[in-house]
């Protein structure tokens, strides 16, 4: 790796990038661009882009992420034949599609990860209401606040991970920078003759500035885990938690580790014949409906949650604003924990429940 | 509203190569063991799903228990250790999120062991019996 800076013009930090994916676009050993796109609305999309001149609306860094760009490189990559696409992903991202490889969804084929430091994101609705800027303050020191009368999305304050980690092939290392300067990049070799890049060092204060960030988000995110984990023990617990949920499964479409096309709980199974729902309701004293609402989630989170990334992408398509992200990253922490496992850090640790060992958790079943 | 006189309901998916016929084994030896516990024959352990349990404690069962075969006598080579980890992964999850873990059971039982599945259930039914009713399967408002 070399540590390259893409210069910084009047025109700013957009177009700086833009420029930079243009010229990513211009090898002969990449076909297409996964970015994030400005829309002529305001909107932000991503978006697989083969033509150089949609690539000047290229928004890597734009603060918000309105799904995870995860899924959708899986539907990019998963067979053959597949073009060679560089994709720009943030850590959380790039983590979910570390996962959804080894889940067999996705392919490091022919992808080349332009991996970017992420400075927070703000809701969907915030972000198309002001538009908000997308460079907050304190990217140089690593103290970030967001801009001012918002939050960044709940994941987002917890994310501990906000650098590209393993899988990233170049990386563009915002934290520390004085970006009107220019925008650091650790590239391989064969991209350090990119025709846009100058020479480079890594910011002076760049180990300062992680560090920072990373006390602060992990403080954060262990003060969210004890809050989430004294409900989820407390009266009613997860069924208090999700007391509101009506049962429309957007976290489970919008998750990307839940990769299945059709979820078992959208099938039909869970119609009972009516006198099923009468000797249920008789029991009981009344029935929940619709029914099984519990049940999906708690399935959900044994399908998944030991591959939760804390992308938070359920938070935010959640209509009745429950913590379900709160929820499964807690419960995915201690799963997690049980079988040291890190979900997204390496394709060659293999997932906990497709692998085993014949020597381990001997005492159980031995009773 | 709960039972007068409480009697835990159990579901137990058994495993076709062993636990079930041990258990099969047990009921011809005229072994002793409380009528509990309602048995679902499965070709593996290792093709429980964590809803098959799940579904049974939301909608009535006080317990589930999940019978497969010794480690290393998988008729299938590995279902049992796979079982394993899913266990540790439901047990994990149950715990975490605040249910009662303790309702769900695995245990290795061989097809000779009939008397160890006669022990294991009379073991599990009086440990659901000291827990009481499941919550779940009364509170309305979850299921
Ligand atoms: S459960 Fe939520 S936070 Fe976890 S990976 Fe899925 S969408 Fe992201
Ligand atoms: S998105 Fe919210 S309301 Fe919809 S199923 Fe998930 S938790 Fe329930
Ligand atoms: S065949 Fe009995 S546990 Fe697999």
Known sequence: MTKKLIPVQEAGVQAALAAFLQAVLTRDDIDMIFTPVRMRSGAVTHALVADPGILAQADPLAPVLPVNGAAQMARLTVREPRKRIAAVLRPCELRAFVELVKLKQASFEGVTVIGIDCLGTYPVPDFMADHIEAIPQGVETGAIKPATGYRFRDACQMCEQPVPGAGADIKIELLGADLRAGVPVDVPEVFADLPVLRDGAEAPGRAAAVERLVAARTARRDADFAETREQLRSGGGMGDIFAACIHCMNCQQVCPICYCKVCVFRGQIFDYPPEKYAAWAGRKGALRMPTDTLLFHLTRLNHMAVSCVGCGMCTEACPSALPVGQVFRAVGADVQAAFEYLPGQSVDEPLPLVTFKENEWNEVGEE | ?143
């Open chain 2, 1 to 143: 509203m709960t039972d007068p006189i409480f009697e835990p309901r159990i579901v137990a998916y058994l495993c076709n190569w062993c636990t079930y016929t041990g258990a099969d084994l047990a009921g011809t030896s005229r072994l002793q063991y409380p009528p509990n516990v309602r048995i679902i024959r499965l070709m593996c352990s290792g093709s429980v799903d964590p809803m098959y349990v799940l579904q049974p404690l939301l909608h009535g069962a006080d317990g589930v228990l999940i019978g497969g075969c010794h480690p290393g006598d998988c008729h299938y080579q590995e279902g049992n250790y796979k079982a394993r980890r899913r266990y540790i992964n439901l047990k994990t999850i149950l715990e975490s999120a605040g249910f009662e873990d303790e309702r769900v059971w695995l245990r290795w039982i061989s097809a000779s062991e009939g008397a160890r599945f006669a022990e294991t259930v009379a073991e599990m039914t009086e440990a659901i019996r000291a827990l009481g009713p499941n919550p779940l399967k009364v509170a309305w408002e979850v299921g």
